[in-house]
Structure formats: structure tokens, C-alpha cells
């Protein structure tokens, strides 16, 4: 199953992104890396992605904006988040929008693959997005 999966890191940290994107391609997924919420909308309709992994603050358009964009396409792609932040508005927030989990910095890879699996388990190879 993770093998066709394609799952996109949006970070503003480069060590981060690469970091997280070495973890993924160990679980056979394949990542590819933004450092921004514009870079990846600008991306997002190239290829399809099947997850989408993003940092919640970021300079300019931060995660929670993103997922509220993506909503208002009326994107479907499964979408988690990850933040150094412990704010439970925050986790709120990406809740009501539809995220399926919020991951704290550093990242645990159990729960990182436990979320992966919910997002993507069911995946057909098909794709909703605009």
C-alpha cells in the first residue's frame, strides 16, 4: 500500500523537512519536500498526493490557512499536522477543519506511522481534489 502512496512535508525548517523525508521514503512512501504553504499550492495539482504533512506555523500562509484553503477547493486529501507548540487551540482548530491528527516536535515515528496508516490505509489509488 505505501509504495504508490505520494505524501508532501511542508516545513519551513529544512532539517526538519529532510529529516522527515528520509523517514518516509524508510516506510516506503514516497515524500516530496516544500518549505511553504504557496510552494506547495503552486505544486499540489502536478501529482496526485495522497497525504499532506504540515508544519502549523510558518512565515506568510501558515498550516491552519492552508487546510483552510485546501477545504475551500474542497481538496480531500487526508491532512496532518505537526507542531513544537503545545496549544490546544491549535489542535482545535485542526480538528474542526479536518485534520486527521496533530503530531508534537520531535516527531514519535510510531505515532507518525500510526496516523500514516489511518490517512492512507484505504487507499485505491484514486484522488479527490480540484
Given at each position: 500500500m505505501s509504495q504508490s502512496c505520494?505524501?508532501?512535508v511542508i516545513d519551513d525548517d529544512d532539517a526538519l523537512r529532510e529529516s522527515m523525508k528520509d523517514m518516509l521514503e524508510s516506510l516506503g512512501y514516497e515524500a516530496i519536500v516544500f518549505s511553504s504553504a504557496p510552494e506547495f499550492l503552486a505544486f499540489y495539482h502536478q501529482c496526485p498526493i495522497h497525504c499532506i504533512i504540515s508544519d502549523v506555523k510558518m512565515p506568510g500562509v501558515d498550516g491552519l490557512q492552508l487546510l483552510e484553503i485546501l477545504n475551500s477547493k474542497g481538496v480531500q486529501t487526508p491532512f496532518i499536522f505537526m507542531t513544537a507548540f503545545r496549544?490546544?487551540?491549535v489542535r482545535t482548530a485542526a480538528r474542526q477543519g479536518g485534520a486527521r491528527g496533530v503530531?508534537?516536535?520531535p516527531i514519535d515515528s510510531d505515532q507518525l506511522v500510526a496516523m500514516l496508516e489511518s490517512a492512507v490505509g484505504d487507499?485505491?489509488?484514486g484522488e479527490n481534489r480540484d
Open positions: 505520494t505524501i508532501a496549544d490546544q487551540r503530531l508534537s516536535k487507499h485505491n489509488g
